[in-house]
């Protein structure tokens, strides 16, 4: 509760200026007994892209899925633009949101999966398509020219009318990443995308996410085990263990003069499995 | 015994409007089946508890009960309440409303089918529940379930002349009822059964084929 009026406060203050996009407030989730996020505090500003790294287990999963609004929070408070994600006031009393408030603030927000989850029955373009014209209500040839224009972003043009499993794993995923695009989300969240993929297969799309980190001011939040593209990718790096953030900094901060023991050796076992 | 070719040609008119009767029970039925049956797997899958308990168990009863006793439950007892139903309607109802309990398996598992992955795709991407279903889940769901709901089909087919139970003039009645005035069971009955084999054995192949083609795609 002050968390929150606190926030508010703030956030009243840094109207104009540069306020975050993404803040969590003392959050924490849990799954039955297992706490999976112990009172997290982090905040983002906007056009930040972020890597986050660690250990299997730790959380970073999670706090993707809560940002889509796929998982809730257990306690706390999370931000977004200044309001809050997981609750809603009504009634002057604060409530938890309903799928009326997410709806609303998913909106602002993209995502791209592990497993990519495209939709089978659909082609790339109608993968595209889709959503803009049922989310966003556009018309068919506005979706349709919008999916041209993330289909060549992504290198994909002329597998346009392939279904995808006509597609490689890293073709699939660039469209997963095209169509998460086209709706014109503020934050864009990529979990693990490149680890289903075949070795010789993870380059074509870490290339994608480096062109979008440098071209577009859209806010990325990226999970991911290479090493070598979070350096490239990120403004910050988060390293995280049991829910809690170890270690944040730049990626030269954390990569080459990490602080915590626990950071060096997270890396060197890393890198020494790497090369 | 000797077979009499007039007594078949004599009862072929009878036959042949009693089969009539037999496909438009199998297909409504079968249209009732289907939408229960999805209506009833959709129930069964609710979060809410007390919704999903008592479907299963309302669809439990049902199956484990003979559609005999439950047509003429329709028909001979609903009355006493103040419903009175067509012999047909009351067929039709009964047949499809035991037959839903096996077509919600087959939807339920074709449901429960489409991976975890698709439903969160579905909501990250903004869709609303129903577009999720529309647009999303059912596209995925109903090619594989096409097979065995196929083959419930036949088998309601099959079924269709319990409903002489309830004084539904379908294929078997129509051939019964000729039977009782004339004393002639033979060529009737032999009719019958081949009617049901001409019927259901291209069916059954058709069903097989599309079992086939749907086992190569996936
Ligand atoms: N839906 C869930 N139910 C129960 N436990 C879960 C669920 N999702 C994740 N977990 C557990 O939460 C912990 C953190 O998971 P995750 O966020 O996926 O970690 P990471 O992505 O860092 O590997 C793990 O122990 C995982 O098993
Ligand atoms: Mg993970």
Do not use: C
């Not at chain 2, 999903?52 to 439950?73: D, G, I, K, M, N």
């Not at chain 2, 078997?172 to 069971?185: M, V």
């Amino acid at each position: 509760m002050f968390a929150g009026t606190r926030a508010q406060a703030v956030n009243a203050d840094l109207r104009g200026q540069m306020q975050n996009i993404i803040e969590f407030q003392d959050v924490s989730k849990s799954f039955g007994s297992l706490q999976v996020l112990d009172d997290l505090n982090m905040h983002v500003v906007p056009g930040e892209k972020l890597a986050l790294i660690g250990p299997s287990g730790s959380g970073k999963t999670t706090i993707l899925r809560i940002l889509m609004t796929l998982e809730d929070i257990s306690a706390g408070e999370i931000l977004l633009d200044g309001e809050p994600l997981w609750h809603e006031m009504r009634g002057g009393k604060r409530v938890r949101a309903s799928e009326h408030h997410l709806r609303k603030m998913r909106d602002g927000v993209g995502m791209v999966f592990q497993q990519f989850n495209l939709f089978p029955h659909l082609t790339a373009t109608e993968n595209i398509e889709q959503p803009q014209v049922l989310t966003h209500r556009k018309s068919k040839a506005a979706a349709r020219e919008k999916a041209a224009e993330m289909l060549s972003v992504v290198g994909l043009v002329d597998k346009r009318d392939h279904y995808p499993h006509q597609l490689s794993g890293g073709q699939q995923q660039r469209v997963a990443i095209a169509r998460a695009l086209a709706m014109d989300p503020k934050i864009m969240l990529f979990d693990e995308v490149t680890s289903a993929l075949d070795p010789e297969l993870v380059e074509e799309v870490l290339n994608v996410l480096r062109k979008l980190a440098e071209e577009t001011d859209t806010t990325m939040l990226t999970v991911t085990h290479e090493m070598n593209f979070a350096r490239d990718f990120a403004d910050r790096v988060l390293f995280f263990e049991k829910g809690k953030i170890v270690e944040a900094g730049s990626p030269e901060d954390i990569f080459t003069n990490p602080k915590e023991e626990r950071t060096r050796s997270f890396l060197r076992k890393f890198l020494t499995g790497i090369n | 015994m000797e077979w009499s070719w007039s007594v078949a040609y004599d009862v072929m008119p009878r036959l042949a409007a009693g089969l009539i009767v037999t496909v438009q029970a199998t297909l409504v039925g079968a249209l009732v089946a289907y939408v229960l049956g999805l209506a009833l797997a959709i129930l069964k899958m609710s979060p809410y508890r007390l919704v999903a308990w008592s479907s299963y168990w309302s669809s439990e009863f049902v199956r484990r009960t003979p559609l005999l006793v439950q047509l003429y439950f329709l028909f001979y007892v609903l009355p006493d309440l103040g419903i009175f139903l067509e012999p047909f309607a009351a067929g039709v109802i009964g047949l499809g409303l035991h037959f839903s309990t096996y077509t919600s398996e087959v939807f339920r598992a074709g449901i429960e089918n489409v991976p975890k992955g698709q439903w969160e795709a579905a909501r990250s991407l903004n869709y609303s529940t129903i577009q999720t279903w529309r647009h999303v889940v059912l596209p995925q769901a109903i090619p594989p379930m096409i097979p065995p709901l196929a083959n419930y089909l036949i088998t309601m087919f099959k079924e269709t002349p319990l409903l002489a139970a309830i004084t539904v003039v379908e294929l078997f009645n129509a051939a019964n009822i000729y039977s009782n005035s004339h004393y002639k069971y033979l060529e009737p009955m032999t009719l019958v059964g081949t009617f049901f084999l001409l019927v259901s054995i291209p069916a059954a192949a058709l069903a097989i084929r599309l079992e086939n083609a749907f086992r190569r795609k996936a």
